[in-house]
């Protein structure tokens, strides 16, 4: 999916009191416990390759979160790598704690990383949403995104092919 950065940009505040921030290398442990799977190295390595990642806070509590890259980026379902245009972001592993779910937490993060990439000169942000998750597709269309492309991966034993349609980036294969 995609979504025009300078499309009627507003802040979007949350339906409970959450602090954004930008994650920290100190802060990647508490990520850890809050992002069950998440391994701290993996954390790490994504900050240390200039991913960024919004948070937010309720009572001091990490609720919800989403990571940010430009130039290049990882798509871990696919087991690919793409590279962005200049002007584009990819938004990724967004993630809200059950009972955060519904509060505008996400959006309310969308609207801080949207406005911190527009002052960088990024005029578009992209995601992927599998087309079975439905309720991640309707609240990314309430924030402006709209379907930019489809990205199939064929993999038999240790080949894998991609193929990109419409205006979805292209796929390789990441290395190991």
């Known amino acids: ?13 949350a339906t409970v009191p959450v602090k954004l921030e930008i994650l920290t290398a100190a802060d990647a442990a508490e990520y850890v416990e809050f992002r069950r799977g998440a391994k701290l ?16 806070r309720c009572n001091d509590r990490l ?12 798509l871990w379902v696919l087991d690919a790598v793409f590279e962005l245009d ?12 059950n009972e955060f779910r519904g509060q505008r937490v996400q959006p309310a993060i969308f609207a801080r990383l949207a406005a911190d990439a527009l002052e960088h000169g990024c005029k578009h ?7 079975e998750n439905r309720p991640n597709i309707v609240s990314r269309r309430r924030l402006g995104f709209v379907p930019g492309g489809l990205v ?10 991609y193929s990109s349609r419409e205006n979805a980036p292209k796929m390789r294969r990441r290395l190991p």
């Open 125 to 131: 942000a992209i995601l992927f949403v599998e087309p």
């Open 63 to 74: 609720v919800s979160a989403s990571w940010v890259a430009n130039r290049w980026a990882i």
């Open 1 to 13: 999916m995609i979504c025009r950065l300078d499309a009627n940009r507003r802040p979007i505040e």
């Open 152 to 161: 199939v991966r064929l993999k038999i034993g240790p080949w894998r092919w």
């Open 86 to 97: 200049k002007d584009q972001i990819y938004v990724f592993d967004s993630y809200t704690l």
């Open 41 to 56: 190295s993996d954390i790490h390595q994504r900050l240390d390759q200039g991913f960024r990642c919004y948070v937010a």
